[in-house]
């Protein structure tokens, strides 16, 4: 019948003397309720929803699909004898935290002496979650009316007999400092909870809940919020969570922390119903012209239904094709960027499509936004050649093979000079890539990239071809771990054109190749290092035709040690070759630009 096994025990006190003597359907009714919790909340409890003339009382029901998946799961850890473990990263106004207080309120009234906590991160935070709570125990029905709470202040508590209490708590407040053994806890929106300034952390008062409710059957902790930032506590335990749980390595047993993500895509109330016909007709064309790579007719046929902007661009149409939104759901979330004055980045953070995009608008990214969409938009269009290997032939050296690992946008071009850079891996399935970044000084723009997992001794191999077709470019291999086994390739094949770690500086005597070519990334160098891609971004002195590279930009953020790195579960692999060969050409003579070389070009002979 869909309740929680574990809550079907009869509960001593006042449910078994009703239990005794009253009308076989009341206490069917009871039991039913004490089951089952979608019985339960359909029929006793009431929520407050908004309607045409104010607010109305109205039954909790039915579930919404979030709800219903957080349930289900609940459920089986019970039915199992597991602890229930959740944290949930979620767009605005799902319901989230009335339905676990629900939840909570149910355990108390039907299982003697069960203890929940509900902590938030402003009194006034609190008061509103208490009042959710007060609204259940005020509107309950006649029959369940023996079972009501007594209020005490914010929190609820049920008669000696029953001994259950549910409390509603401010974070680092005194109460909430003194605690106690809860078997359920609720932390709403703990990734706000580090914006407010204490003598203790989030993460301290966050560990002292965990430790509290403990891990054993019959417990229940729960974490729920939108997401403030790329660090922080509900950062770190989402992140956490997530990455164990998709570890094919990981016994489900023990994944002990279950993760949800909740986008707005796929709810209701998140369409607009004011979509044509027309519109609808050529937003499906737009979505198969997008399957088959015809970047252009995409852009034409988002123009023609109104999801490009001149404020945003294609930031909308991005989305759309991205994430496979509907007409309704792209009508209305472009009437939401409007409220939001095309605020791109707040829009993400209060209705974001991943968990990855919700971190990175609220939080710090490294890049910045508008310019790296502007960046994606000057990117379509732009088709590469592509292939698997750079090869060696009778015709010279060419790309080769039916791989897209090697792209290439622009051939080398006679006069012009190239820098490379390296960011090397062990090459394993599942690992990082290698990506080899081919960088034209002249035109200040990425000319071709290889972008595969390859073990170090090939990357190598592919880097000096890629050097000799760019006209002897300069190679900048990042010498860190693998890197090492890239250099001495290089060296090994005589490949004369490598960065040097201290350029102007003599190569002290005794030295070996290891500790003067390449370049090392630590904790002193790595800020320098990234400034200077940010500064070429910032500045618009570099073109990035790779959407490959674009991606990664875009979740590449500072944590909370002010340390610049990609996401969890993302990669910057290839930011980093881009950077190693921008660190080349930093320290190189200057060139030419590509417009000074047409105007001498251009220019009749003397």
């Given amino acids: 019948d869909g309740g929680l096994p574990a809550a079907r025990r009869r509960a001593p006190g006042r449910l078994a003397r009703v239990s005794e003597g009253a009308p076989s359907d009341l206490r069917s009714f009871v039991r ?56 949930i990263d979620k767009c605005r106004k799902l319901g989230m935290s009335t339905f676990i ?26 008061d509103r979650i208490a009042e959710i709570a007060h609204r259940f125990n005020r509107h309950l029905p006649d029959a369940l009316r023996p079972w009501a709470a007594q209020p005490r202040g914010r929190s609820l508590a049920w008669a000696p007999s029953h001994g259950s209490m549910l409390e509603v708590l401010t974070q680092r407040s005194e109460d909430q400092a003194r605690g106690s053994d809860p078997s359920f806890v609720h932390a709403s929106e703990l990734g706000v909870w580090g914006k407010r300034r204490g003598r203790i952390s989030e993460e301290e008062t966050i560990t002292a809940l965990e430790g509290a409710v403990g891990n054993g ?19 770190d335990r989402f992140v956490d969570a997530w990455t164990r749980w998709h570890d094919p390595g990981i016994p489900e047993a023990d994944r002990h922390v279950r993760p949800f993500f909740f986008s707005w895509q796929g709810v209701p109330k998140y369409r607009a119903g004011d979509v044509s016909t027309e519109v609808r007709e050529a937003h499906a064309e737009l979505l198969l012209a997008h399957a088959r790579g015809d970047e252009a007719m995409t852009r034409r046929l988002g123009e023609r239904c109104g999801w490009v902007h001149p404020r945003i661009g294609t930031a909308l149409l991005r989305r759309i094709v991205d994430f496979g939104l509907t007409a309704e759901e792209a009508r209305w979330a472009s009437a939401k960027l409007e409220r939001f004055r095309w605020d791109v980045r707040t829009f993400d953070t209060e209705f974001p499509l991943s968990w990855q995009l919700s971190f990175v608008s609220s939080g710090r990214p490294v890049f910045d936004g508008e310019r790296l969409e502007e960046m994606l938009r000057e990117a379509v269009g732009l088709e590469p050649e592509e292939g698997e290997f ?22 080398p071009r006679e006069g012009r000079e190239y820098a490379i850079g390296i960011d090397a891996s062990a090459g394993l399935p599942d690992g990082d890539f290698s990506p080899i970044v081919v960088f034209d000084r002249n035109a200040r723009a990425v000319v071709a990239e290889m972008y595969a997992r390859r073990t170090p001794d090939v990357v190598g191999r592919q880097a000096a071809l890629a050097g000799r077709r760019w006209n002897d470019a300069i190679v900048n291999p990042e010498e860190n771990g693998e890197g090492g086994t890239v250099i001495r390739t290089l060296v090994d094949l005589g490949y004369p054109h490598l960065q040097m770690r201290t350029p102007g500086r003599p190569i002290p005597e005794g030295a070996t190749w290891r500790s003067v070519l390449g370049t090392r990334v630590d904790a002193k160098s790595r800020p320098e290092l ?71 070009a251009a220019a009749p002979p003397p």
Avoid at 102 to 125: I, K, N
Avoid at 400 to 408: A, I, K
Wanted: aromatic share 10%; glycine share 8%; hydrophobic share 40%.
């Fill in 530 to 600: 990234v400034e200077v891609l940010r500064e070429g971004v910032r500045e618009g002195t570099v073109r990035i035709p790779s959407r490959r590279i674009l991606g990664e930009m875009q979740t590449f953020v500072f944590d909370g040690r002010e340390r610049a790195d990609h996401m969890s579960g993302r990669h910057s692999d290839g930011i980093w070759a881009l950077i190693h060969a921008l660190w080349a050409d930093a320290h190189l003579s200057p060139v030419p630009s590509l417009e000074a070389l047409l105007r001498e």
């Fill in 217 to 235: 059957p019959g417990s229940f902790f729960f974490v729920e919020s939108t997401a403030w930032g790329a660090s922080g506590a509900f950062h």
């Fill in 390 to 411: 750079l090869v060696e032939g009778e015709a010279g050296i060419r790309l080769d093979g039916p791989g897209d690992e090697w792209r290439e946008w622009d051939r």
């Fill in 101 to 126: 207080e629900g939840l909570g309120y149910w355990l108390c009234m039907f299982r003697p002496h069960f203890q929940a906590q509900v902590v938030a991160h402003l009194r006034e935070s609190s």
């Fill in 32 to 87: 039913r309720c004490r089951d089952d919790f979608r019985f339960f909340a359909a029929r006793c409890l009431k929520i407050r929803v908004a309607a045409d003339d104010g607010w109305s009382m109205e039954p909790f029901r039915p579930l919404s699909n979030e709800q219903e998946s957080v349930l289900l799961w609940v459920e089986r850890c019970v039915a199992e004898g597991r602890p229930v473990a959740v944290v």
